[in-house]
């Protein structure tokens, strides 16, 4: 698990919750952990260090994801209906679109144990509320300050925020965002990680160990042994 090797590094583990684009856990996510090659851990400590030395801390999203949870993604986008979180992570786009516009695919990198989807917190690190089912939903795209509460600097829009303006070089988000997007990416890349240009929240190893194979244990404290 990530913790053994750094526990300083934060987590919001959003797939073992509701608060996702889904509305509900995401199968293979029985607890809410990241799990990652060693490899991909200890490099991640290092980039670690590079941002507490300039105020900032990491917070990851989803790390390891099981093949099961991929295709528990294909298999909802498929599904007429059971839009209950477009508003908010998929306002400006088709369901349908999901995966022709390349937000959602298969096989993933992350099921291969070492890429992450992560962003940047200020340290120490302001509180963030506890999600509450049936609360309103407010899009990805608009302001920070309107959406809601995720302690993370302004990157421009929430995670997984299927839309363009999540694009890693986005010319559409404010100034601070675009900076703090750059800082995120010179981190990662200083510490051997490859972005992804449609998403400003995924890295994935460059070094990884299992660069063709792709795993399927659940994401739980046994599968870390």
């Not at 509900?24 to 799990?35: F, H, K, M, N, T």
């Not at 194979?213 to 994401?219: M, Q, R, S």
């Amino acid at each position: 698990m990530l913790s053994d090797v750094d526990h300083r590094i934060l987590t919001d583990i959003r797939y073992a919750t509701a608060y996702n684009f889904v509305g509900r856990r995401v199968d293979g996510y029985q607890e809410p952990l990241c799990l990652l090659t060693k490899r991909a851990a200890e490099a991640l400590r290092r980039v670690q260090d590079a941002a507490l030395a300039v105020g900032r801390s990491l917070k990851v999203y989803d790390c390891y994801r099981p093949q099961r949870a991929t295709e528990d993604f294909l298999d909802w986008a498929g599904q007429p209906g059971q839009d209950a979180m477009k508003a908010e992570f998929y306002p400006r786009v088709t369901k349908a679109e999901l995966v022709d516009r390349g937000y959602l695919g298969a096989p993933s990198a992350h099921s291969r144990g070492s890429t992450v989807d992560l962003t940047l917190v200020d340290v120490p690190p302001p509180e963030q509320a506890r999600f509450a089912p049936g609360r309103p939903l407010v899009a990805c795209t608009v302001p920070r300050a309107q959406r809601f509460p995720d302690n993370s600097v302004d990157m421009g829009t929430g995670f997984d925020c299927f839309d363009p303006l999540s694009h890693t070089d986005s010319d559409r988000v404010g100034p601070t965002a675009r900076e703090n997007r750059r800082q995120l990416r010179q981190l990662m890349t200083e510490g051997g990680f490859v972005g992804y240009d449609r998403e400003w929240w995924h890295f994935r190893y460059r070094d990884e160990p299992w660069p063709d194979t792709y795993f399927d244990l659940p994401v739980t404290r046994s599968s870390a042994g």
